[in-house]
């Protein structure tokens, strides 16, 4: 009871307070719509404007997602190879944290001009922002393992293929899933900035195209509306993968054991 | 030049084994040791002395600077118990048990078979399924000596396994031991710094003295008598007790 008490009604009502206090605010002091528009304005906005803003919203999505998908392949892959390897390690590694501490803005354009398609390009780019997490948590999680354990294993001679399958992979799994965590609000970053730098119009245009568009039309409404759903989006993520840990690790680890969802 | 060669099954020698560790640390200075095949040893000495070293060494996990240890048993047949359970955290008790079948290609059928007779043979019956966070301290252990045993070993090598629990379950597990210890003739080498543990466990005990960890002291322990409660009440165990502690108290002074 004071569980979900806290959990959903006291942010429920924070947010409706500050909405009240905002729209109370902008009629008050006769703020015009287009300096800043009430919640209620931009609510109105997003449910005229869905034609167009629903199919940027999936767009949007459909970047971050498949961003996401190809940051876990290769960051877990890399991860593994890393930890099998030393000398893969000290030769790749630096170069994983230069992509890393690269200003996404600064090579975007670059990466706009190599890949020579949009979709390709605002991948690479959200890409580039979401695997250094998954990469880096996941060979913490890799190499964190138990030596007693790792003995026991070469005891057994597990060998190496079944020492990784059996110990180090699970044991990395509550690691992976905190680094995923991260990386799933970064692809949607990601994807955004790479849409405001390649400023791409046309009909599979995403959400920051929408803002920039209806920036250039003074639609300021609409550009709140786009700003909403991109929030939506980015809780919708994380609350996704906050599931997801916990299904994964509510029966042993005890970040999530003895923890509702 | 260090070697390993096969002693007769399920015994082991030492012989002026060396282990000076990477950083320089001299851990074992000229131990030889021969244990007998069946026979239960307790190693014996002060925290640091190489205890858990010689241990690791006499199981293949690390290899000595000098000298050669035979033991008749080969990695598989060698059964661990760490200080700590060490269990696999995202296993159920009957999987970690089964973990070594799991291992060596048993199929699941007979894994989980084995598996189950021995966590039933420690008295965890009924708690196959259950997670290693919801067992106790004691509970824990008892699945660690599970899996440790349940490939018939012909050497169980144990580090202080009763070291973070209370004293009731200690006796309680102490008793368990000898128990399996007799039912499968397995060789156990036992490392403890508990002078009562020793002396009411054990046919023979070993004592070390602070590193780098030499054999001190190397006492026969009388093994007519039955192991029991009644025991360690006995003049006999007392008597032990205070040999081993003398030959403890020698150790630290040396
Ligand atoms: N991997 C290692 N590298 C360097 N030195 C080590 C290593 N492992 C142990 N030592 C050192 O070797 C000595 C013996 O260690 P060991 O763990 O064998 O002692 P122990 O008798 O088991 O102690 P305790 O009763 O506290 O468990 C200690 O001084 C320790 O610091
Ligand atoms: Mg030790």
Known sequence: ?261 | MSEVRAAPAGAIALRGVDKTYANGTRAIDGVSLEIAAGSFVSVLGPSGCGKSTLLRMIAGLIVPTDGRIETGARGREIGFVFQEPTLLPWATAEANVALPLRLMGVDAADRRERARQMLARVGLEGFEGAWPRELSGGMKMRVSIARALVDRPRVLLLDEPFAALDEIARHRLNADLLDLWRETGVTVVFVTHSVFESAFLSQRIVVMSARPGRIVADLAVDTDQTRDEAFRTSPAYGATCRRVSDALREAMAA
């Open chain 1, 1 to 261: 009871m004071s569980g979900a008490w806290s959990r959903f009604a006291a942010p429920a009502i924070v947010g409706l307070v500050v909405l009240a206090a905002w729209e109370i605010a902008v009629r008050t002091g006769g703020v015009p719509p287009y300096i800043l528009p009430g919640p209620l304005l931009i609510a109105r906005t997003l449910v005229a404007d869905w034609g167009t803003l629903a199919p940027a919203l999936v767009a949007t999505l459909r970047i971050a997602a498949l961003a996401l998908l190809a940051a876990v392949v290769v960051g877990v892959a890399l991860a593994v190879l890393f930890t099998q390897s030393r000398w893969l390690e000290r030769s790749l590694l630096p170069y994983a944290i230069v992509l890393q501490v690269t200003p996404i803005v600064s090579i975007a354009p670059l990466i706009i001009v190599w890949a020579n398609d949009v979709t390709l390009s605002l991948l690479i780019c959200a890409w580039i922002v979401a695997f250094f997490p998954i990469l880096s948590n996941t060979m913490l999680g890799l190499n964190s393992v138990d030596h007693n354990l790792l003995g026991l294993f070469q005891l057994y001679g597990a060998g190496r293929w079944r020492t990784l399958l059996h110990l180090r992979l699970p044991a990395a799994l509550p690691y992976f899933l905190g680094g995923l965590r991260i990386s799933g609000g970064l692809a949607l970053i990601g994807a955004v900035v790479a849409e405001f730098v390649a400023g791409a119009g046309g009909s599979g245009s995403g959400l920051a195209y929408r803002i920039l568009e209806a920036g250039y039309q003074l639609k300021i409404p609409r550009m709140f509306a786009a700003l909403v759903l991109i929030s939506a989006a980015g809780i919708a993520i994380h609350l996704l993968l906050a599931a997801l840990s916990h299904l994964l690790l509510r029966r042993w680890h005890d970040s999530e054991a003895g923890r509702a969802l």
